[in-house]
Nanobody, 121 residues
């Protein structure tokens, strides 16, 4: 069994910054990919950023240059640094982790519980 615990969301003014974290624990052999998604009210969930176990990253066009994804593989934790926040970044942010519980196990995916980010003056 695997648990994901997110933290770091909150209320911030436009132009401000936040740092989200998502820590995985439990039966984990490796985590090939760690992602951050977000879902704004009335909209579909969208991929914000992704990072592989080798450190390769990808970003949605809407956050490129403002958000930075990183990971600490020793702690099975992924981070999302949100800078220059805009009101349209308001959403619930979810981590999505694709991992192998054991050496020969197939990949299993888990969602975090979500952490809300509100950008407003």
């Amino acid at each position: 069994q695997v648990q994901l615990v997110e933290s770091g969301g909150g209320l911030v003014q436009p132009g401000g910054s936040l740092r989200l974290s998502c820590a995985a624990s439990g039966s984990i052999f490796s985590i090939p990919v760690m992602d951050w998604y977000r879902q704004a009210p009335g909209k579909e969930r969208e991929l914000v950023a992704s990072i592989t176990i080798g450190g390769s990253t990808n970003y949605a066009d809407s956050v490129e240059g403002r958000f930075t994804i990183s990971r600490d593989s020793a702690k099975d934790t992924v981070y999302l640094q949100l800078n220059s926040l805009k009101p349209e970044d308001t959403a619930v942010y979810y981590c999505y982790v694709q991992l192998r519980p054991g050496y020969s196990s197939p990949i299993v995916a888990y969602w975090g519980q979500g952490t809300p980010v509100t950008v407003s003056s």
